[in-house]
Every structure is written in structure tokens, then in C-alpha cells.
């Protein structure tokens, strides 16, 4: 029998990354704006301008990270953004003004993009062709699991010793975990170790596929346009649902009901990736997977207006059918690209991608929000449904 593939073993080195990477970028702005408005008094205006200032930072440099990952090497840049994403979570709590906030979310906002998405795909790609799916879905199942784990640290930590030390301690131990394993798992590609694509024996030859996609630039392609625009439409109602869910359910479940909600959605948000992962058939189209699952949180939606703020069991179905695809619109993009791209395209899809999705996104809590102070809490669901259809449309459309 040959030697045990490795690239198994780099997803779960990918999947602890992106737990940290979700932790501290995703989930970690959320925790620290209670933190920061109640716990001192800062206005909640000035602290989410700096979360949408820290995701706007993210989506400036995410385009160049195939550039810089070029250039200085995959574990240099990743160990850059462990650092960053530390730091710059020190400076969130130590800053002594909301006006030092602006350098803690350029900071934690490089941080984000050097270990977020992009850098996930970057690294499964080196392993993974054929059974790309399976892996991306494990992989980025760690950020599910960032919301799992983090966001209960980071509030008991905060309550029990502070927010100051509480950053330094999760900072701090990151990088002691995640930088031996940046350069143990995350340097080797398989022609180092003498293994080829998802372990295979003889490695393949390149298919060619998506060889008309390759003129030109990718604005100038009707694929990309409809692929980007559909998941930014999905991604902005995907996170102005989720800015305003809690407090939208809390009247009606509770505050701690509202919370174990939510746990469930990200509990389906795993087994809907790992389903999609591991189920998609190699030849399916993966823009209809895409679509039927933007259907699937739309169905969702559908049941968050019917509960109408009051019924607790469509309350919680609509965070299971929400929670179904949302660990799929962050997994789903880099297997289309896969599928539609040339290899050495993808990467640089990837980014431009995950870029636009966060330059859309960063507005979503603003935007929902005020939707809700002019028409009430129906318009969560309201707008929210309208953006998963239209993200459904879009992506079947190429012309």
C-alpha cells in the first residue's frame, strides 16, 4: 500500500486556520461592539463604522492576495495575517478612543484577508481537483465552528477577566498553534512529497476546461459578472439577516432561546456544506446547486414572515432552512470557478470574487437595519427573500 495521502491532513490544518480566521475576523466584530458600546459607552454608530471599515480593508486587499501569495509564498503570508488578525484585535480592545479604532480595523482587516476564504481555497486547490467539493466543505466547516467556539470565549472572556487581556490570550495562543502549522502542513505541495491531485497515482492531464473564459479581463466575461453579483446579492441579505435575527426572535423565544436558535442555524450551516461537499455528483451543474440552495434560504425567509415575529416553531424552522445554505455561499463560488475556469485562473476568480462579496456585505447591517427602523421587523424577511431570488436568477443568467 503507498504512503497515506496528505492532503487529508492539510484540511484539517485548513479547518483549525479558518476557525481562528472566523473567530477573530467574522464573529469576533459582533462580540467586541457589545463589548465596546455597552462596556464603555461608545457610540454604536462609531463602532460599526469601524467593523464596516475593517470588512471594506478586506475586500480591497483580498484581490491581491493571489499577488502576494506569489511573491512572498502561502505560509509567509499566512503567518502575516495571524499576526495582523492578533494585533489587530489588541488594538480593538486597548484602543482608548473610537478614533483608534480606524487603525485596529486596517490591521484586523489585512488579518481577515490573508486567512479568510481566498487563502482556504488556496491551500485546498494545491491538493485537491476531483474531489475538491469534500475537502472545500470540511475545510471551511472550521468557520462554522469559529462561531461554535469563538463567540462564547470571546463573551466569557471578556466577562471574566476583560477585553484587553481577553484579545492578548486568544491572539496569543493563535499564533502559537497556527504557526507551527502553517509551516508543517501548509508549506509541502504534493509534488514535494511525491503524491499528485487527491492522491491519485498517475496525475492528470490538464482538461482545458473553460479554455473561452480566459480572453480578456474577468469584468468582460458575462460568466463572472453573473457569478460575482448573484453571491454578493446572497451574501447581503445572507448578513443583514443575520445582523438583525437575534433581536427579531428575542420577543418571542427569549434571549437565550434566541441564542440556541441561532447555535442551530450554524449547526445546519455545517451539515448543509457537508452534504453539498460531499453529495454533488462529479458532473452536476454547480450553478444549480447554487441556486437551489439561495431557494432554500429564500424558503427560510418565507418562514421568518410567516412567524410573523410571534410563532417559535417557524422561528426556528426558519433558522434550520436558513441555516441549511449558509455555509454554502462561501464554499460553493471557488467550485464553480473550479468548473468554469482554467486552473490557473481559478485562485485570482476566487479573490475577485470573495472581494466584491465583502464590499457588498459591509453595508448589509446598515442597510437592514434601516429597513427595519422605517418598516419594521417584517422587512428582514422581506428583503432578505428578495435577495436570495434575485441571487437565484442572476446566477442562471450568463448574457
Known amino acids: 500500500m503507498g504512503e497515506r495521502f496528505f492532503g487529508w491532513q492539510v484540511v484539517w490544518a485548513a479547518f483549525a486556520l479558518a476557525a481562528f480566521a472566523w473567530g477573530i475576523g467574522f464573529y469576533g466584530p459582533g462580540v467586541w461592539l457589545q463589548a465596546l458600546s455597552a462596556g464603555r459607552g461608545w457610540s454604536v454608530a462609531a463602532v460599526s463604522g469601524a467593523i464596516t471599515l475593517h470588512f471594506l480593508v478586506s475586500a480591497v486587499l483580498v484581490a491581491r492576495l493571489p499577488a502576494v501569495q506569489a511573491r512572498f509564498g502561502l505560509v509567509a503570508m499566512l503567518r502575516a495575517g495571524l ?23 486596517l490591521l484586523t482587516g489585512a488579518g481577515w484577508a490573508m486567512t479568510s476564504g481566498t487563502a482556504i481555497n488556496a491551500i485546498i486547490s494545491r491538493w485537491f481537483d476531483r474531489r475538491r467539493p469534500a475537502a472545500l466543505a470540511m475545510a471551511y466547516n472550521g468557520a462554522s465552528m469559529g462561531g461554535i467556539v469563538f463567540v462564547p470565549l470571546w463573551a466569557a472572556l471578556i466577562a471574566g477577566i476583560g ?16 504557526w507551527p502549522v502553517a509551516g508543517r502542513w501548509f508549506a509541502p505541495d504534493p509534488a514535494m512529497l511525491g503524491q499528485h491531485l487527491d492522491g491519485a497515482e498517475v496525475q492528470r ?24 453579483l448573484a453571491f454578493a446579492l446572497g451574501m447581503v441579505g445572507q448578513m443583514g439577516l443575520l445582523s438583525q435575527l437575534f433581536s427579531v426572535m428575542a420577543p418571542a423565544l427569549g434571549e437565550a432561546g434566541a441564542g440556541w436558535a441561532l447555535s442551530l442555524a450554524t449547526v445546519c450551516a455545517v451539515l448543509g456544506r457537508s452534504a453539498a461537499g460531499w453529495l454533488l455528483p462529479p458532473g452536476a451543474s454547480r450553478r444549480g446547486a447554487a441556486a437551489l440552495n439561495f431557494l432554500v434560504q429564500a424558503a427560510g425567509s418565507v418562514a421568518l414572515l410567516a412567524a410573523a415575529g410571534t410563532s417559535a416553531p417557524l422561528l426556528v424552522l426558519s433558522c434550520v432552512l436558513f441555516g441549511l445554505g449558509l ?3 462561501l464554499s460553493l463560488p471557488p467550485l464553480i470557478a473550479q468548473a468554469e475556469w482554467p486552473a490557473a485562473q481559478v485562485g485570482a476568480v476566487v479573490a475577485m470574487i470573495t472581494a466584491v462579496n465583502q464590499g457588498f456585505y459591509a453595508f448589509a447591517p446598515a442597510i437592514f437595519g434601516l429597513l427595519r427602523d422605517l418598516g ?6 422581506a428583503a432578505a427573500l428578495a435577495l436570495q431570488i434575485a441571487a437565484a436568477a442572476v446566477l442562471r443568467w450568463r448574457r
Open 83 to 105: 499576526v495582523l488578525s492578533a494585533a489587530g484585535a489588541a488594538a480593538w480592545a486597548l484602543a482608548p478612543s473610537p478614533a483608534w479604532l480606524v487603525p485596529a480595523a
Open 376 to 381: 419594521g421587523d417584517w422587512t428582514v424577511g
Open 327 to 329: 455555509g454554502n455561499l
Open 163 to 178: 477585553f484587553a487581556p481577553a484579545a492578548m490570550a486568544i491572539g496569543a495562543t493563535g499564533i502559537a498553534v497556527l
Open 205 to 228: 492531464a490538464a482538461s482545458g476546461r473553460g479554455a473561452g473564459a480566459a480572453a480578456g479581463s474577468l469584468w468582460s466575461q458575462p460568466a463572472f459578472r453573473s457569478l460575482s
